[in-house]
């Protein structure tokens, strides 16, 4: 980027109400870090706790579901070591929160996460409160806890569709763009 | 036992004195395996000479989904304890509004087989 773009940067982000960005390598302290820049900014704005809670929660899913997915990169050379780098962007306009995230995913992995997806998508409140509780009491988690529950509760906290896409970047790793609205 | 409560974990004072164990605040660690081993540790303690009657407040903020299996396992060994002749009642608290904690409660309240009492208090 020529020095000269940067203000064009600026005003993108600007035009696009980004109230946070990041790009790089996900930790727990960044996690820590923009939970608590967002609860900053989420307290001059007057913002329902409702809504408040529902961010963050999205927010600690998103971020935690990226953390995981990127841990199962295995980094063997220089190039992967760069995959585990993500993005995530949080936009905030008229009452309305969008959350997107980018990051990389294993080919192998599409399958699953595409049907996971497709299944939180055609359910209702009622089915994904369902499907949560079954999940909750049946499915075995891995190591770390995480329970195969991210997306569930990630669609009902939102209230609305997951919108998503992935697009292939090599012959085994593609980006996985998922963006959730909460209005 | 006494934890003092993080910006990703709640504050936990579980008193074996009178059978009250509460868990209040935000409970979101990346890895709440690691989080939840020492109160389940402690109940499988409590769990071989309990209060005739204990008490659970859930006065959770909000939770991840990693924590919810881990409360889910909390449960399961306070059901033990309950089968056993001695009472365990759960109170699971949620402010006015926050229906999504409302129904966490519910979730619960359907899986497991604890008496549960969800209240509603204007400030956790």
Redesign the interface.
Known sequence: MAISDVYDFYKKMEDENIILSFKGTFS?DL??SI??IVEAKMGGMQI???KR??V??VL??CF?NL?HHIEEIEASDDELEQQKSALIIVKFKAGVFRITTGNFVRNDQIEELRAKLEIVNELNEDGL?EL??TK??NEC?T?????G??L??IA??SKNKLDYEIINVTESISFFCLSVVID | MIIEGS??TPSIHFDSETGILMLKGRS?P????EFYKPLNDWLDQYASSPKPATVVDMKL??F???????I?DFFKKLEKVNNNGNSVNVNWYF?T?????E?AGE?YE??VGLPFKIIEVDEI
């Open positions: 727990e996690l820590t939970l608590h329902e706790p409702k809670k529902r963050f929660n600690v899913e935690q953390y409160r949560y509780r909750l009491q988690r190591m770390k806890g995480t329970a529950l991210g569930i509760d009902r906290k | 910006a990703k979101i990346e890895n709440s395996i903020e909000y991840n989904t990693s924590s919810s299996k881990c889910l402010e509004d926050d229906e999504d904690m129904e979730d359907a899986i």
